[in-house]
T-cell receptor, first 113, second 115 residues
Framework: DAKTTQPPSMDCAEGRAANLPCNHSTISGNEYVYWYRQIHSQGPQYIIHGLKNNETNEMASLIITEDRKSSTLILPHATLRDTAVYYCIVRGYSGGGADGLTFGKGTHLIIQP | ETGVTQTPRHLVMGMTNKKSLKCEQHLGHNAMYWYKQSAKKPLELMFVYSLEERVENNSVPSRFSPECPNSSHLFLHLHTLQPEDSALYLC??????????????FGPGTRLTVT
């Protein structure tokens, strides 16, 4: 799976949009971009994933650049409960092997009141 | 609530004890996973089961022994652990392993302390 690079931490004011960047310049054509988050000492929570097109669900939007080398997760109206570590993961089918997730260090997003 | 439950939520055990962690998923998924998260470290994949068959063992010591009796249940049997095995143990499930678009759903984890 391709490697990802994320800023270690970010702040965002409550009620504003939180934009979390991720670089994945070595991504290959069949690899998806996944976002998870982990609130302190809880299990990771799936947020959203995409391949080429931008995606939106009830939690967030995912914007993937045309060359697919980077993406941005957008939380449109951040609340204090969105304070968590956010992981950007690139994941592809390993062709016969298992397909666990490879977590990096993520971005610690702190929502300020 | 993700549809994946884990018991117990907290466990303290001595190095000579034998204990088991249990995971149950109510999502109708076919794949289940064990991850370990040590303090200040990223999550590490331990084991993957697909349709009750182990398909990956990520160089995990034999003192950790997984069991998957059916597609809804996953156990992690622990024996003669070391203090450095203290960590948050997370279970996850997904529809399958063969397609990279299958997202994983995690349980709340078991916080294990080895004394």
């Amino acid at each position: 799976d391709a490697k990802t690079t994320q800023p270690p931490s970010m702040d965002c004011a409550e009620g504003r949009a939180a934009n979390l960047p991720c670089n994945h310049s070595t991504i290959s054509g069949n690899e998806y971009v996944y976002w998870y988050r982990q609130i302190h000492s809880q299990g990771p929570q799936y947020i959203i994933h995409g391949l080429k097109n931008n995606e939106t669900n009830e939690m967030a939007s995912l914007i993937i650049t045309e060359d697919r080398k980077s993406s941005t997760l957008i939380l449109p109206h951040a609340t204090l409960r969105d304070t968590a570590v956010y992981y950007c993961i690139v994941r592809g089918y390993s062709g016969g092997g298992a397909d666990g997730l490879t977590f990096g260090k993520g971005t610690h997003l702190i929502i300020q009141p | 609530e993700t549809g994946v439950t884990q018991t117990p939520r907290h466990l303290v055990m001595g190095m000579t004890n034998k204990k088991s962690l249990k995971c149950e998923q109510h999502l109708g998924h076919n794949a289940m996973y064990w991850y370990k998260q040590s303090a200040k470290k990223p999550l590490e994949l331990m084991f993957v089961y697909s349709l009750e068959e182990r398909v990956e063992n990520n160089s995990v010591p034999s003192r950790f022994s997984p069991e998957c009796p059916n597609s809804s249940h996953l156990f992690l049997h622990l024996h003669t652990l070391q203090p450095e095995d203290s960590a948050l143990y997370l279970c996850a499930s997904s529809q399958g392993i063969a397609v990279s678009s299958y997202e994983q759903y995690f349980g709340p984890g078991t916080r294990l302390t080895v004394t």
